[in-house]
């Protein structure tokens, strides 16, 4: 019995870890659809995309040396636990988006309906890994940072961050390209705009 | 299995769209999980597993099998769950018929590790079907068959639908190879684990 049974609003630690396995599985098999059709993301994810692109390193090391900075606003902010789940789930995407080719490679790959999937995929996988304390790191927990020292509101830090990487990345990328990378970027934000309700999903 | 827990009282009702956005992302990534096993060809429980079955063996497309099955389920669903229920259903069995003739050509697999595949299909079909239960639909099938012999006969729903799968797995075993059938189990068992831990009315509560 799960320790949930006695306090179902508390996740147990089983719960958190496959909530955790669940939800990085599923952004890594979108990361892997990204990479397969060229495509990019926003946050920290995209960044690293972007860099792995660029000079040819595998996404899944770039990514992982990417948020090591973050880690310390994070412990700042939110403290260890949040701190050791976050390490936990960069980790797993990294070891995951670096093996998965073995095991799954696609022949077409459609990247209107690719753009939407990945959407759905990574929602999903954000949101389990949301809703159980844990997070992907990054530029998220640096703006919320920035909204506590300086008033800046963090959505906006977030929105910023985004404006400039794909306005970076339309200099670089293909333009059809940087399209469905937007669509996949607003697929992924509306339905975790929808779907994310601590009112509704009430356990912690 | 998580023990049932006391439901809230009065819980947020989802609105028309909400429902819309539900159901359309659980239906589409049921429809992704199912083109999974259905390019390994192989298989799974309930309805959809029968129609799988039945398509392998006629050749005939999943969609108009699946489709076609479901119809005697909806005359039990509207006697046992309601209007709204039933209506629910057929649309969310339609939709995912249609979805099933579009999305297998969308995506194809240069390579597709069988067990790396059959995960992938547990946890995508599971998570897009809390999609669809959590906004009150169903796929169709057996389910209400199965909860209809609880009432009149006695015997527990979730009992029907195992005996149910146990019969067609069986049969599948003298149909299909058995590595076929032993991948499919194990399809089906990380689905079912995938709804059986995050379908919980007391944690996700709206309605």
């Known amino acids: ?204 | 299995m998580p023990a049932p827990h006391p439901l809230p009282k009065n819980p947020p009702k989802h609105t028309l769209l909400e429902d819309i956005q539900g159901l359309t992302i659980g239906l589409i990534t049921t429809a992704i999980g199912l083109s999974f096993i259905a390019q390994l060809g192989f298989l799974t429980g309930q309805t959809a597993g029968l129609a799988l079955v039945i398509s392998y063996m006629t050749h005939m497309s999943f969609s108009w099998v699946f489709w076609l099955i479901n119809i005697p389920f909806y005359i039990l669903a509207y006697v046992r769950m309601g209007k709204e229920f039933t209506i629910k259903s057929a649309l969310s069995v339609t939709a995912l018929s249609i979805l099933m003739a579009y999305i297998p050509p969308l995506m194809t697999f240069q390579t597709l590790n069988p067990f790396f595949g059959t995960i992938a299909f547990g946890v995508l079909t599971g998570f897009g079907l809390l999609g669809v239960f959590r906004h009150k639909s169903s796929l169709g099938g057996l389910g209400v068959l199965a909860l209809i012999a609880q009432d009149h006969f006695g015997i527990r729903a979730g009992l029907v639908q195992i005996a149910f799968d146990a019969i067609l797995f069986a049969v599948a075993f003298f149909l299909f190879d058995a590595h076929v059938v032993i991948y499919s189990l194990f399809g089906a068992l990380i689905l079912n684990g995938v709804i059986a831990f995050n379908h919980r009315r007391d944690i996700y509560i709206a309605n």
């Open chain 1, 1 to 204: 019995m799960s320790k949930s049974d006695a306090n179902p609003t508390k996740h147990s630690k089983f719960e958190d870890a496959q909530a955790f396995v669940y939800g990085t599985a599923m952004c890594a098999l979108a990361l892997m659809m990204l990479k397969t059709l060229g495509l990019i993301t926003g946050q920290t994810a995209g960044l690293a995309l972007l860099i792995s692109y660029l000079i040819e390193a595998p996404f899944g090391i770039v990514f992982f040396v990417l948020n090591l900075p973050f880690y310390w606003f994070g412990y700042k902010r939110m403290g260890l636990t949040f701190v050791i789940k976050t390490l936990i789930c960069v980790a797993l995407i990294s070891v995951f988006t670096e093996i998965f080719p073995r095991f799954i490679s696609f022949e077409t790959l459609n990247p209107v309906f690719g753009a939407i999937m990945i959407g759905f995929m990574t929602a999903s996988g954000l949101m389990a890994i949301i809703r159980h304390g844990g997070s992907l790191g990054g530029v998220g927990i640096m703006a919320l940072y920035i909204q506590d020292a300086s008033g800046f509101k963090a959505g906006y830090v977030q929105l910023a961050f985004d404006a400039v990487l794909f306005t970076v990345a339309a200099f670089i990328l293909p333009l059809d390209l940087v399209g469905y990378s937007l669509l996949g970027a607003v697929v992924t934000n509306v339905v975790l705009a929808i779907n994310h309700r601590r009112d509704r999903y009430i356990a912690t």
